[in-house]
């Protein structure tokens, strides 16, 4: 199908819709094919909400918040995700990109939060507030792209690319062992499960016909859940927490909306401070969504990116960010792991993902659906997501091979992934010399050490250097 036919509305409902950028696909086909896009970031989604706020500090009294506050602010998770993918779908003025680009809570800013969360002077309130804040500054520096755009070039936007797959890698691994710090980490079963999925995963993508072979990510999920489940309930190994939805029922509730944090005990605390610890933060986040952006325009749509979509997507990644804050949650941002998906699977249709962000937004009402999503092990979520992963490093090394192979981008892409990547494999922390911020952003993050040098020398080194 030739891009013009991607992107062509069509007004008739159609399967073959699933591969148009615009256009109805029939409900049955639609929702399958949403909820898959769910069930990939699902568990990542809410993973950062629980280690932040069970680490955070309530201003003032120094206490933690309880279960049922963090249990409802994963609802919360769920909902602001759901409606910034929403907004990246459908725009609301310039604030969207109308790509197949689904949002959800970043880990991005994990470092930079738990400083401001534990803090007993700004706690849980003065971290929301900086989220506010944060996101609204995104926003703006998103609207304005068209005045920076240029100092993105290819090789930057390759190297950015390459960086968010290559971070991503140990998460998949993680998963499949058992999720990150699990006491069972690497066990048999774990191990055993994550295969049976990647195999499932593989063998349903060659066997099932036509746009079935693209659910093979769902088949796989669904594979892997009935034998977890299976292990549980003979005794074989503890893989499912089903007495997870039984407690979500009691403290929250068979039905519930998302609330406002204006109107509870936990009012946002604006503080200059830690709006400047954050605000660098989102620019690095900035930089992902703007590689993410790139690779779904590249690898899903066969093009390059325009500059709309680029403004409408950091703009998107900045306010919904401030949305999710003004619910009590963290800042959002365009998940990788969709990103893999969708230049896997080649579903691009903007409605088949609305199905899946009506879906998170339909979880978020019903706590124990939410509860039931959240019980996915990580080892099956491991299986499913490697592959999806390594496609976004496969996409980034594809735009790099457009860009031209002289001294100038060898010495750009091998400073950058030497040092930004290096960062992250040091022994101890290398920036002990400076404030705490520094070491947070780059010896955890490869994507932001890789974007910053590739940056600066790109606007340095010469573009045509003569050979002595």
């Known amino acids: 199908m030739t891009n013009e036919k991607k992107e062509t509305p069509v007004a008739a409902v159609s399967t073959e819709n699933i591969y148009r950028l615009n256009g109805r696909v029939p409900l049955g086909k639609a929702i399958p094919f949403g909820l898959q896009h769910v069930l990939a970031m699902f568990v990542s989604n809410l993973a950062p909400v629980l280690i932040v706020c069970s680490a955070a500090l309530v201003r003032g009294s120094g206490e933690p918040l309880t279960g049922a506050e963090i249990t409802q602010l994963l609802q919360c998770a769920m909902f602001a995700a759901g409606i910034g993918t929403c907004m990246q779908l459908y725009p609301i003025w310039k604030i969207g990109s109308r790509l197949p ?105 060659y066997l099932l016909k036509g746009v079935y072979k693209n659910l093979n990510i769902l088949v796989g999920l669904i594979v892997g859940y009935i034998i977890s489940a299976l292990f549980t309930v003979t ?18 509730g068979y039905f519930s909306l998302p609330k406002l944090v204006f109107f509870t005990d936990h009012k946002p605390v604006f503080d200059l401070g830690a709006f400047l610890t954050i605000a660098i933060v989102f620019l690095v986040s900035a930089a992902e969504t703007t590689g993410a952006t790139t690779a779904v325009a590249t690898g899903a749509l066969h093009r390059d990116l325009k500059m709309e979509e680029l403004q409408g997507s950091l703009a998107v990644d900045g306010f919904s960010s401030a949305i999710s804050g003004c619910f009590g949650c963290l800042p959002l941002t365009s998940f990788s792991q969709n990103v893999g998906l969708v230049t896997m699977t080649g579903v691009i249709n903007r409605f088949t993902i609305l199905m ?91 994507v932001a050490g890789v974007f910053v040098v590739s940056l600066l020398l790109s606007l340095i080194l010469p573009k045509h250097k003569e050979e002595a």
């Open 101 to 205: 680009i689904v949002m959800g809570v970043s880990f991005t800013f994990l470092g930079s939060l738990l400083m401001i969360c534990t803090n007993p002077e700004l706690g849980y309130e003065g971290m929301i507030g900086a989220v506010i804040l944060g996101g609204i500054f995104e926003g703006l520096v998103g609207l304005s792209a068209k005045y920076w755009k240029r100092f993105l070039t290819p090789v930057v936007s390759a190297c950015v690319v390459i960086a968010i797959g290559y971070s991503l890698l140990s998460v998949g691994m993680d998963s499949w062992g058992g999720g990150n710090g699990a006491e069972d980490f690497g066990s048999w079963y774990h191990l055993l499960i994550g295969l049976i999925t990647l195999v499932v995963c593989l063998v349903s993508r």
């Open 235 to 252: 005794g074989v190994a503890k893989m499912i927490n089903f007495s997870s939805i039984g407690t979500t029922i009691h403290q929250v």
């Open 356 to 446: 899946g962000a009506l879906i998170l937004i339909l979880a978020s009402l019903f706590p124990p659906l939410g509860a039931f999503f959240n019980s996915l092990p990580q080892a099956v979520l491991g299986g499913c997501t490697v592959m999806m992963f390594g496609s976004i490093m496969y996409e980034g090394i594809k735009m790099l091979k457009e860009c031209k192979f002289d001294d100038r981008t060898m010495i750009i892409v091998s400073l950058s992934f030497a040092i930004g990547v290096g960062l992250t494999q040091t022994s101890g922390n290398f920036f002990s010399a400076f404030p705490s911020e520094v070491g947070d952003i780059f010896n955890g993050n490869a």
